[in-house]
């Protein structure tokens, strides 16, 4: 946890790490996979810190067990639905952000990637009502939602957790936050991705294709209504800051940081896809429309948020935190980079800040050289789910 928070306390900083941290140790003793899965990533870390190669080696066979292990649990019907097992993708994932690095390669980002896909094979395999039930499952299902939701967005295809079962029996009997309400609306941006799926071109002139975004335009208002809806509720548990200038941003905590970054790489890419049917040239210089918010102001203020995110306390957390936003936020900006090149620019200094560890770097590094498309793979033996 060091590695993964230095300096900090993640039951501190995130009430997603606080319930991650407080049933996983309880769940090792559940399932051997997961106690394999943890045993891996802890010698890994030890070796790191003892500077020990053969502990590091030791580490990586426990990594390997651990992966058949899992398949076997996977091919367990009883196993494969337990709240343990559902764990084990999140850890996994961890293990490839801080010790998964290969030179120049999108290997790291795409294992990490698949181990989102595979997380989301285990929560459909149980169903939704089983989420409302145990208290432990519920906050695993909740604070996992957003990582099969970045793969769904980086594949451009609809998702599962739209369907309006998902977004309302994990919640039977229980309170809703602003970030599961916010969740359900980013849940539906896949689909109209996979209608509009040109980033920085412009398709066709033609009646099917005029027809084609039409309809997602339409689906891209009710979006819209829906965020200003949620934005009504939340406006007070979130910063919105007043100036427009490249000069970085703070946040009063990583609770409100979290937030306020999901708020704003949805308005991305909602405002961006709503821009793409309606035709507004990938170079346009804008700030504003007249009828709608304009994509480049959440872009800008993504790219305001890297210092505070890549902040040596957050570690893995902060930069995993930011990196999809990040992603998103660098990729509309470089359709015109004349015009958002300074806001660029805070990127690559927070980039660049001694302070971020190396293991972070790597990571990143691979998100960018990963292609667009995830991995279509995860541990074999999720076929069964």
């Not at 996977?74 to 996994?92: C, E, F, G, K, N």
């Not at 800040?353 to 033996?381: C, M, Q, T, W």
């Amino acid at each position: 946890m060091d590695l993964y928070v230095p300096q900090g306390d993640l039951r501190r900083i995130h009430t997603e790490g606080k319930n991650f941290v407080d049933v996983t140790p309880r769940l090792t003793a559940h399932d051997e996979a997961l106690r394999l899965t943890v045993l891996a990533i802890g010698t890994v870390a030890l070796s790191r810190q003892v500077n020990d190669a053969d502990l590091a080696r030791q580490g990586r066979t426990i990594y390997t067990k651990a992966l058949f292990e899992t398949r076997r649990a996977l091919q367990d019907p009883a196993r494969a639905r337990s709240t343990a097992v559902l764990v084990i993708p999140r850890i996994m994932a961890i293990f490839e952000i801080l010790f998964g690095a290969e030179s120049n390669t999108s290997s790291q980002a795409n294992s990490w990637l698949s181990h989102a896909e595979g997380e989301l094979a285990l929560i459909v395999a149980r169903g939704p009502a089983a989420y409302s039930q145990d208290d432990a499952a519920h906050a695993l299902f909740v604070a996992a939602r957003f990582r099969p939701l970045i793969a769904a967005v980086r594949t451009r295809t609809r998702t599962v957790l739209n369907e309006r079962r998902w977004k309302t029996l994990p919640w039977k009997g229980r309170v809703r936050t602003p970030n599961d309400s916010l969740l359900d609306i980013l849940a539906a941006i896949p689909e109209i991705l996979e209608n509009v799926d040109r980033w920085g071109t412009l398709s066709p002139d033609t009646i099917e294709n005029q027809a084609r975004d039409l309809e997602t335009s339409a689906k891209c208002w009710t979006l819209h209504i829906r965020l200003q809806e949620w934005l009504a509720l939340h406006e007070n548990e979130f910063r919105e800051p007043v100036t427009r200038t490249p000069t970085p941003i703070t946040f009063p905590n990583f609770e409100v940081a979290v937030l306020t970054i999901r708020y704003w790489v949805t308005c991305l890419l909602l405002y961006t896809t709503l821009d793409t049917a309606s035709r507004v040239p990938p170079i346009n210089d804008g700030t504003a429309h007249p009828d709608r918010p304009h994509p480049r102001h959440y872009a800008r203020l993504i790219a305001r948020s890297a210092s505070y995110f890549f902040r040596k306390e957050f570690g893995a957390t902060g930069a995993t935190s930011i990196a999809f936003p990040i992603g998103n936020a660098l990729l509309f900006m470089k359709r015109n980079p004349a015009v958002d090149g300074p806001y660029m620019g805070l990127i690559m200094k927070a980039w660049s800040s001694p302070d971020l560890p190396n293991a972070i770097k790597n990571f990143l590094d691979s998100l960018h050289n990963s292609v667009h498309k995830a991995p279509a793979r995860y541990i074999e033996g999720a076929k069964v789910l």
